[in-house]
Every structure is written in structure tokens, then in C-alpha cells.
């Protein structure tokens, strides 16, 4: 009951309110916009976030989560270009959907199954994340470790793309975080007597690079794309037989993007395609797959809207991220001085309650807008390019450098965008570089203090039960591509 | 024909050097090698202050990793080439060009000038002909960044021709 009231607070603040409003709103903007999206507009906002306090800053960041992934959806019914990659899936049936006249039922299944999606989570998160910080005061070093070896090889088994591609990423993603000092013995590594590198490489830079400048410079290869705009009138709310026809699927797919969101691997995008699959497996007219099923639209976008309160659900509890936008709230956290784990749900359950119920109120405000917005966010889209990118680069620059107020951070991060570009015209993902980023001290950290509990022996590994739990995980996740592959895949 | 043996045939004709396989994973090992030689120039540290490992342990068994794995993905292209991609447009190499020209802007001039240099680059090059639009984006928006990010933020930006006008 105290905690309910505490998730409540966040609705009697008008400084939160007002927050949540603006988050709400920018995170639409940027999920409608095709090649932005909840990670970038995340980390070109958190620069602002300084002048917040903690709780509103991450209000903020959650805000633009949640709405940005349905954000995603309005484009991909009506230009059929995923606005996020999580809603890529939804572009299978919302634009065959739109193309027979039905955007505004299109959007409106998008708008309520994203919504419950969402509330499912925050109640998922609500439940499972003190359960799992319970947990966490079990884990010493080596079990920190075992757990950060487990989410990286999480990245092989179900992100996107190839396992092993997304293996090397990871790795490549750990080793930028070794540049600099050495914590535990200031020893320079990989720094070449560059002065601002021996204190590492900002996480902000690397983020913006790989996904905004590398966006950018993907823009510039896609100029001659043209997109067809389908007319919407207004949302429809969906009717009692649609309602009858995708409430299962709706359920079903916002438990499976809870799940697959509390996993620590590309989130959203990953929960969209199981949802959109499975709804597929168990409707009773699969084969109006592909061609606007209303089902469809619905198993996408719970999924992947149900997977933002998923991954908070570690990141708040163990420090681990469980998606890219995530990766960035956790930056947010850790600049805010807030230090994610099992002590912030004992010594500040007012402000992880405050999240809670922002989160929910999020979920909320995005549907209303949604509802009765969307065709004012699909027009953004016709913001052209070669107008919008000048911006989002001048914006990217400054954001990079208010940070540090270092002009070689901005160097950084045009070198990342380059980097992120080639890896992902090569098949190579980025999130796996943002998650070795993030997790690279924790593994190192961890590793060195447990060998050093060990007296050196590594075999002692296998005797903690936990550790050794994670670690036939990992193995199984790094197993699991080859079994996935002998098997039959559910065409999508 | 599948697509994997119209690939395969595709690639038949070329040098294996040529193949995009073979340059990306060449890049990856040739670039962690060099990073794996770096890492013996690390100081090592005496027993009594190592914790654990030495401080080069840890990154070179990852660029080992790296390196392992990259050779597994060579290998499997063979197998199964990778989708050819389409040659870069124009647009991509000035895009790139003009990071570089703000990167020397930037140092040698004014970080504001460098911002408004390239936004005006890559705005016409991607098509923008229109001088409002232009001096839109390539003034009037960088402006307003700069002016919310000093105010707002209390961010001093570097010293330059146009930004020391605007401090002093």
C-alpha cells in the first residue's frame, strides 16, 4: 500500500507532470522519425538532464522510452518504414492494413496493444524487480561476473543479426571500455600518451556516434528512397470484434516482450518479432498474415512496448541493461549519482517507486496523444532529410560536448558514427557495442577481484552454485543459434 | 537458383582479396593485431600491487577473441558469401568529407563556424537548393543550440573567431 502511494507521487507533482508531458511528446517525435528513435533521442537529451534532479531526469529518460517505442509504430503503418527497429515487425501488417483504408484502425490496434504492452510491464517491473534485488545481495564478485558473461552471450543467442557478428561487437564494445587508466592500477592502456584519453572513453560520444552520426551517414546513401504516404483520417478505436479477435495475442505477446525484455539483448526489437511470430503461430487465420491482420499489428506492438518495463527490471535491480535505451537510462542513473542495485530499493524506494509510476503514467499520456495526435506525428515525417540531419548533427556536436566541454569527445564520437556505419552495412549490430560499453569494467572489475578472493584459482568458479548457474546459461546461450538454426524458422 | 548460388557465382569471379568478406575481416584482424602488439608495451605490475591478473591480461584475451572469431566468420562466408552491397553514393563520401573539414574547422577556426560549415555541406549536397532554407539550417539552428546550450546549460564553448565575438 506504502509503496502504491509511492508509485502515486509522480501525479501529484506538477514538476514531474510537466516532465512526463514534454518526455512523452519528444519521445513520439523521435519514434516517428525513421532512423531516431528512443537510444539516440535518449543520449542527445541527457546532456539536459543536468539540470534536473535525479528523479525528474530519469522520468524524462523512461518517458522517452516508452512513448518513442510506439512512436515507432505510426510510421510503420503509415510509410511503412519502422520509425524504431522495434517496430519493424509492424510494418508486416499495419501498412497492407493502411493500404486497404484502414490506417486509422491500423493505428488504433497499434495505440491500445502498446499501451496494455507497456502497463504490463511496469507491473511486471513492479513485482520482479524488488524480487530480484532480494536476490541480488547473494551475489558477491564472481556472481556479478558469471551474470555480465551471461548477458553478453544473451546477445549471440536472441539479438538481432548474426550470433557470432554480434559476439565480436560485444568484445569490441568491453575493449573500448579497458581504454584509459586502469582502475584498480592506473596503469595507461590504449591511450598513446593522449592525456584526454586516459581517462576513457565517455559513453555519450560512443552512442551518439553509432547510432546518430552513423544514422546520418546512412541518410546519405538512402536519398533517392521515396517514401508513400497512406492518408489517415483519424485513430479508430478498435471495435468489440477486434477487440474479441487480438485479446489473447495482446496477453500473450506483452508476457512474452516482459520476458524477453528482462533478457539482456536488443529489447524491443527482438520481443516485437517473437510476439509478432507467435501470434502468428496460434491465430486461427495465419494466413492473413502479411496481409493487414489486425492480430499482427496487436502481437508486434504488445511485445514491444511490453519489453521497456522489461528491461528495466535489470537494470534497475543488478546494474545490467536490458536493451540500448536502457544501456543510456543507466547512464543517466550513474551521472545522477545514483547507483543501480539492491541497495537503491532499500535506501531510496521513493524514487525507484516514483520510476514505477511514472512509467505507468507514460503508458498512458502516449496513448492520448497517440489517439489523438497521430496524424499531427505522422506529418513530422515530411520533414525532409536533407533539413532534419543538419540539425540532429548540430544538436549531436553539442549535446557530445556540453558533457566534458571536451572538443576531443566530439572527435570520438564522429569516429564512432564512422565505425558504426561500416559495421552495420557489414551486418554487424551496434547494440552489442553499447552493452560491452557498459558492462566492459563490470566484467573486468569483477573478474579481477573474484580471482583475487580465488587467490588466482579460476577453477573456483564452479563452487559458487549461482556463478556456476550463470555460466551453463551462458553455454546454453551460445549453443542455443546452432539448435535455432537446425530447426524450422516461422516464416515472418 | 537460390540466392546463396547466385551469390556464390557473383562472387566466383572475383580475386578472394576483393570480396567484401575477406577486406572487412582482414580490417578486423589486421587492426586487432596491432591493438594485441600495443598491449605488451602495457606496464606490468609487481606481484603485490597486481590484482588479480595483469592490467594487458584482459584486453589482449579479448583482441584474441576478436581475432578467433572474426577468422570463424571468414570461414563460414566462405560457405555462405554475404550479400553484396550497393557501391556508396556521391551524398556518403562528402558526408564524410565535410566531418573531416569540421574537425579541421573546428581546430583551426571556430567550432560554431564549423557546425554551420558543415550543416550548409551536407544540407545542399543532399538538395537543398533554397537560400532560406539553407541559412536556415546553416545559421539560424546552430544559433539557437548555441545560445540554449550557453544559457541553459552555462556551457562555455571552445574559443574561436565567431565564438570569442559572442564572449567578449
Known sequence: MENLSLMMAPLFSSKLLLVLFFGTLFGLILGVLPGLGPTTGGALILPFTMTLDPLSAIVLLTAIYCAGTYGGAITAILINTPGTPAAAATCLDGYPLAQKGEAGRALGMATVSSTVGGIFSVIVLVFFAPMLAKLAYEFGQPEYFALAIFGLTMLASIGDGSPIKNLIAGAFGILISTIGKDFMTSIDRFTYGINELSVGIGFIPVVVGLFAISEMLTQSTLLDKVFKRVALKAVRLPSLKDYKLTWKTILRSSGIGSFIGVLPAEGGTVASLIGYSEAKRWSKKPEEFGKGSIEGIAGAEAANNAATGGAMVPTLALGIPGSATTAVILTGLIIHGVRPGPDLFKEQPEFLYGIFGSMLIANILFFIFGFFGAKIFARITLVPNKILWPMIFAISVCGTYSLSQSIIDVWIMLFFGVIGFFMRRYGFSVVPVIIGLILGELVEGTLRQSLVIFEGNWLMFLTRPIALTFFVLSVIALLFPLFKKKQNKIKI | ?168
Open chain 2, 1 to 168: 537458383m537460390n540466392n546463396v548460388q547466385k551469390q556464390k557465382r557473383a562472387n566466383k569471379s572475383l580475386p578472394f582479396f576483393f570480396k567484401e568478406e575477406f577486406k572487412v575481416s582482414f580490417i578486423i584482424i589486421f587492426v586487432s593485431i596491432i591493438l594485441l602488439i600495443t598491449t605488451f608495451t602495457f606496464d606490468i605490475v609487481p606481484p603485490i600491487l597486481n590484482r588479480g591478473i595483469q592490467p594487458a591480461t584482459f584486453p589482449k584475451a579479448l583482441l584474441v577473441l576478436i581475432i578467433s572469431l572474426t577468422v570463424i566468420i571468414y570461414y563460414l562466408s566462405i560457405k555462405k558469401p554475404w550479400k553484396k552491397e550497393k557501391k556508396l553514393p556521391k551524398e556518403f563520401y562528402i558526408t564524410l568529407l565535410s566531418f573531416i573539414l569540421f574537425i579541421l574547422i573546428s581546430k583551426i577556426l571556430d567550432f560554431f563556424l564549423a557546425i554551420s560549415c558543415l550543416s550548409i555541406i551536407v544540407s545542399h549536397y543532399w538538395g537543398e537548393k533554397r537560400i532560406f532554407y539553407l541559412l536556415l539550417i546553416s545559421l539560424f539552428f546552430p544559433l539557437i543550440v548555441f545560445i540554449f546550450f550557453e544559457t541553459i546549460l552555462g556551457l562555455r564553448f571552445p574559443p574561436g573567431i565567431i565564438t570569442n565575438i559572442y564572449y567578449n
